[in-house]
């Protein structure tokens, strides 16, 4: 089954507007982590939130985990030009040493 | 600080052929994974290997394979190359089961 599908899958907002990204996964997980990608590079880890945690904060970026609907979302505030990315979310099952399945992301345009 | 090492970063084959892709982990992390990227989609997992020893599998072809050595680093070994085997793949590795992951640059694979 997928994990981690985002949505939307295209935002376009102004430097300064907040984007708020949603994220949902299908299994029980360990732990909930958001990721970025520049076009055509690495993904870059950017925060991890576990399943007995419901809202963390990293700088400008605000996760909260429901796991009663099994949903995650990232907010980033006071956006930049260079938040330009896509942003994926990758879900950890509770189960054994399983490996992250990502869903197809959302991509961020913000417009100087 | 060192990150993952992927080489090489680009690699023309040519359809029923083969190919090597490298691994080189950060030094003390324990798992390492390999994803698939095709254009606009999101990575897909293919396996990974916890302290050398197969840990999780994705959809990983048949015609792929991939082992971790005693010094860490890993390959991912591709053979009867198709068409639709051109993507990015990259290789991340982490630490613990708790951990975000760290991505290498990746390998961009065309198949002509």
């Known amino acids: 089954s997928q994990q981690g599908e985002e949505d939307p899958q295209a935002l376009s907002i102004q430097e300064g507007e907040n984007a708020t990204m949603n994220c949902s996964y299908k299994t029980s997980i360990n732990n909930l982590q958001w990721y970025r990608q520049n076009s055509g590079r690495g993904l870059v880890h950017l925060i991890l939130?576990?399943?007995?945690?419901r809202e963390k904060h990293s700088g400008r970026l605000r996760v909260t985990l429901d796991t009663s609907k099994k949903s995650s979302s990232l907010l980033i505030t006071a956006s930049r030009a260079a938040d330009t990315a896509s942003y994926f979310c990758g879900a950890r099952r509770d189960t054994g040493r399983r490996a992250l399945t990502f869903g197809s992301g959302t991509r961020l345009q913000v417009q100087p | 600080a060192a990150g993952v090492i992927q080489s090489p970063r680009h690699l023309i084959k040519e359809k029923r052929e083969t190919a090597t892709l490298k691994c080189y982990p950060i030094?003390?992390?324990?798992?390492v994974y390999w994803y698939q990227q095709g254009p606009g989609q999101d990575p897909q997992f293919l396996i990974s290997f916890y302290e050398k020893m197969q840990s999780d599998k994705g959809s990983i072809p048949d015609r792929f394979s991939a082992q971790q050595f005693s010094d860490y680093h890993s390959e991912l070994n591709m053979s009867s190359l198709e068409l639709g085997d051109s993507a990015l793949y990259f290789c991340a590795s982490s630490w613990i089961r708790e951990s975000g992951y760290t991505f290498g640059s990746g390998t961009r694979l065309t198949v002509v």
């Open positions: 939130i576990r399943s007995n945690e």
């Open positions: 030094p003390r992390h324990d798992t």
